[in-house]
């Protein structure tokens, strides 16, 4: 009778313990979307994020929802005359942010310098990877030149960059092996969903200068970056969280490059919550430049191991 009574007990106990983890991983859950349902929206309407008046044309740069964060922005600019309200005859922008840090010193982050002209849609085509919002330790500056009938205008227009409260649009700056600085920036999705998406990532190597400045500030040699071609960024997703034992998923892709310059993948989420996107990053020889194998144990109770190389979203 009292063996009965003891195994009961147990059992009791068992059901308890596991009412208590599926409540726990419950409000986690709810939680989560309650988060990104609130605070991060997914923005698809570009918008004019600042706008300026120059030698007799208006030159406007559009972002998603007229912000830039720190992060991959993608950008549009258009130049307009002044005088006919009609779009100018522009020949070649070029784009070039540069923060003035509080120490003096001054640094860029990964862009297109030369703007692709888009002449159907009306505008200028680019991207700049801010690596830091605007704040009490440094401000952002922007440096356009724009060629019309042969004669170069150049404009220097301040603007905010904004904190990035999506975690599934995160960064992360890195030397890799190879002694060289790397950027990996995430581009979408903006606002995952449980199941497989499409991963897509910018990745970036600054280009360290072998000559001194001209002297002519900003020199933009001193701040050139470079979209790195057929790497491959091998992924490896988790859950890191004790309660989840940093289980992956099935079906996830490495990404490589397109014809976009992006390095395209998959991510199959399994679920909501915190997530660890796993890298190890390997160059055009198949080299590891960054990046460790994650161990596949199953580890309920202890955090995660994560790679060297890593990124952490939430959905």
Not at 158 to 176: A, C, D, R, Y
Not at 230 to 244: A, F, G, I, K
Not at 254 to 283: A, R
Not at 299 to 306: A, F, H, L, Q
Request: proline share 5%; with cysteine.
């Amino acid at each position: 009778m009292g063996l009965i009574i003891i195994q009961v007990k147990k059992i009791t106990f068992f059901l308890t313990a596991m009412c208590f983890a599926v409540a726990s991983c419950t409000k986690d859950k709810t939680d989560y979307e309650a988060e990104i349902d609130t605070l991060v929206p997914e923005y698809h309407e570009f918008k004019e994020a600042v706008s300026v008046h120059s030698d007799g044309y208006d030159i406007s740069i559009e972002a998603l929802n007229g912000t830039f964060f720190k992060g991959y922005n993608e950008i549009r600019l258009k130049i307009t005359d002044s005088r006919t309200n009609g779009k100018a005859n522009t020949s070649a922008v070029t784009f070039l942010p540069i923060r003035n840090n509080a120490d003096g010193s001054n640094v860029s982050c990964p862009h297109r310098y030369d703007l692709v002209d888009k002449p159907d849609d009306g505008y200028f085509s680019g991207y700049s990877v801010f690596t830091d919002e605007s704040g009490s330790d440094g401000s952002w500056e922007l440096y356009i030149s724009f060629t019309i009938a042969g004669q170069t205008h150049t404009v220097k227009q301040p603007i905010s960059v904004q904190e990035q409260t999506n975690k599934n649009l995160n960064i992360t700056t890195f030397t890799g092996k190879d002694d060289q600085q790397y950027f990996i920036a995430l581009v979408s999705p903006q606002k995952p969903k449980v199941g497989e998406n499409g991963l897509v990532a910018g990745i970036y190597r600054y280009n360290r200068p072998t000559y001194p400045p001209s002297g002519n500030f900003p020199d933009a040699s001193q701040f050139s970056y470079t979209e790195v071609s057929d790497y491959t960024l091998q992924l490896d997703p988790r859950m890191p969280e004790p309660s989840m034992g940093n289980h992956s998923s099935p079906n996830n892709k490495d990404l490589i490059q397109q014809s976009d310059g992006l390095y395209h993948g998959v991510v199959n989420y399994t679920m909501t919550g915190n997530w660890t996107l796993n890298f190890i990053l390997l160059n055009q020889q198949g080299q590891i430049l960054k990046g460790t194998i994650v161990p596949t144990d199953f580890t309920p109770g202890v955090e995660g191991v994560k790679s060297e190389l890593h990124i952490d979203i939430l959905f």
